[in-house]
């Protein structure tokens, strides 16, 4: 996602304020408190968001990335959301609950409806999801149906489906239906969370295309246009039957080219709220916004990962990529690239996940072996996997996200530290570089940002590692570290799933070539205009654009 993709906790900043109840947006009016001024209300005034172009159309189980993930989260509302302590709240559904962790049952609110003013039912769920599961539909998050009985009939792993629907889906009535897994998973309730499991209306299934172009929700705004690379309008949704109804007229999400770009506009007022500064503007922004620059935790974690395929790499070892990508991590001066390029605003990773998440296992010193900053060490390791091919490496990255500088910075400290040559890799925005990970066409290594979906340390292992998973850009492909995850995910409770999950990290950051790299984890540093106020963030660096109120000028 731009900045990160597709984590809930602690604070990260220097300075940080628990604002957001929700990730989905809070149930609360905080009146401004905290940032902005206290001017008269436009309750029909519209925001305007800094965003970038959405890698793909607007649907809600092929939308894993956060330009296009800010807008299906501001027209869809789904069964439920997390608190920023990690809790469950129910959005659309009543209840979900499980005997077993292997039969669910969601109890839906009644008198919901889509913004065409078709029923939200048991059915729109249920149809929605055996469409997004079937692999001819090419949803990019297909897999995150895969724990749900019927599922290797509509994604087989070669060939056509042999079905149209998921065995472990039954309607019961209009406002319930069933779930049953293929094995008992602890967390599923907690991955009802994503975008993957919203509901559609019958017109999605129809023409999938034309509904992408036009998307139909439930959410707190309905959909109005998409000027393509330049804006996506949406207006509240007054009949919305969620807590969360939007305090302002609506949302234009404006594509800018750059954070820069971003910083500017709202700097003069042409644009309400950038979610992210970029490292250029960190050492000022404080002294140019006041109180309205927002410092509030963000649960993500920026990483570099290996294509595995890629020329030269794939040709070497499991004992030599092991040595070899150790050494590079190595040989990155985390604590100085944190401080000066960053400006203190992230916190050096050791481990590959994020505080606060269940099961983290931030701060224990488990990948201290293999992320500590040790040049000597990491010299000697990369001799002992036989070089780098060529003895050069490259870091991909989008140039519109912020991200030159600390790209930079890593090469220069892997190349003072091991002579190897480290080159950044920038493709023009994270549209091109997203298509570039998913064709395998990344050089050697890319930027692998990553924020939370549902706040358990599953989703920044299996989520990203699993042999079959969509964000496995990498082919990171480990028939162990599958079984391990299959472990976790069929212990019989929450707290033993997120135990087993502890000892796949364990093994992912000392037994194996890492899947990636972990550099630090992510806050959320952003500013907003004089134009609004009430402006806050949930865990996963998304607007909460309900809650953001507009000033009446």
């Not at 906790?9 to 947006?25: D, E, F, N, P």
């Not at 895969?146 to 889906?169: F, H, N, Q, V």
């Not at 109180?291 to 920026?302: F, K, L, N, T």
């Not at 087993?500 to 990636?516: C, G, I, T, W």
Request: proline share 5%; hydrophobic share 35%; charged share 25%.
């Amino acid at each position: 996602m731009r900045g990160a993709k597709s984590a809930k906790w602690v604070a990260i900043a220097a300075a940080v304020a628990l604002a957001a109840t929700a990730c989905g947006g809070s149930d609360d009016d905080n009146g401004g408190k905290g940032n902005g001024s206290g001017g008269k209300i436009d309750p029909n005034g519209i925001v305007k968001l800094a965003n970038s172009e959405p890698q793909e159309l607007l649907q809600p189980a092929n939308t894993q990335e956060t330009a296009g993930g800010q807008v299906v989260r501001a027209l869809w509302t789904g069964l439920v959301d997390w608190t920023t302590e990690g809790d469950l709240v129910m959005r659309n559904a009543e209840s979900v609950e499980s005997p077993d962790g292997q039969t669910w049952t969601v109890k839906l609110k009644p008198g919901w409806k889509f913004h065409n003013g078709e029923a939200v039912t048991a059915k729109s769920y249920v149809d929605a999801w055996n469409w997004a599961a079937n692999s001819e539909n090419k949803q990019k998050l297909s897999f995150w149906f895969a724990d749900i009985k019927g599922y290797e009939k509509l994604a087989p792993e070669e060939g056509k489906p042999t079905a149209t629907e998921l065995e472990g889906l039954k309607v019961v009535d209009d406002n319930t239906f069933t779930i049953t897994l293929n094995n008992p998973v602890s967390y599923f309730n907690y991955k009802l969370a994503y975008s993957s499991f919203y509901p559609m209306p019958s017109e999605a299934i129809k023409d999938p295309e034309a509904f992408g172009e036009k998307p139909v929700g439930n959410g707190p705004y309905k959909f109005v246009s998409w000027d393509r690379k330049k804006k996506i309008s949406v207006v509240r949704y007054d009949d919305y039957k969620g807590k969360n109804k939007a305090k302002n007229g609506g949302v234009d999400f404006v594509n800018y080219q750059t954070l820069e770009a971003e910083y500017d506009a709202v700097a003069s007022n042409q644009a309400d709220i950038t979610t992210q500064v970029s490292p250029t503007n960190l050492p000022k922004y404080h002294e140019d916004f006041g109180d309205r620059a927002v410092d509030e935790p963000m649960a993500g974690i920026q990483s570099i990962q290996l294509n595995f395929e890629a020329p030269g790499w794939k040709d070497k070892s499991d004992d030599e990529l092991k040595a070899l990508i150790k050494g590079i991590s190595k040989a990155i001066d985390r604590e100085t690239i944190t401080k000066t390029v960053l400006n203190g605003t992230r916190i050096p990773a050791d481990a590959l996940t994020a505080p606060g998440l269940k099961g983290t296992l931030y701060g224990t010193g488990v990948g201290n072996e293999s992320i500590s900053y040790d040049p000597a060490a990491a010299k000697k390791l990369i001799e002992e996997g036989g070089g780098v091919p060529k003895n050069t490496m490259y870091i991909s990255y989008n140039a519109d996200g912020g991200h030159k500088e600390w790209v930079e910075a890593t090469c220069n400290s892997i190349r003072e530290a091991t002579g190897v040559e480290c080159k950044g890799d920038s493709y023009p925005d994270f549209q091109s570089d997203l298509n570039a990970r998913e064709a395998g066409k990344t050089k050697a290594f890319y930027r692998g940002g990553w924020v939370l979906d549902y706040p358990v340390n599953v989703n920044f292992l299996k989520e990203l590692y699993h042999s079959k998973a969509p964000s496995n850009y990498g082919k990171f492909n480990y028939k162990k570290v599958d079984e391990m995850f299959a472990e976790g995910d069929s212990a019989a409770t929450l707290d033993e799933t997120v135990k087993k999950y502890q000892e796949a990290e364990k093994y992912l950051l000392n037994d194996v070539p890492m899947p990636a790299i972990p550099l630090w984890y992510y806050a959320t540093n952003a500013v907003h205009s004089e134009n609004v106020t009430n402006v806050h963030f949930d865990l996963a660096n998304f607007s909460i654009v309900e809650d953001v109120q507009v000033l009446k000028k």
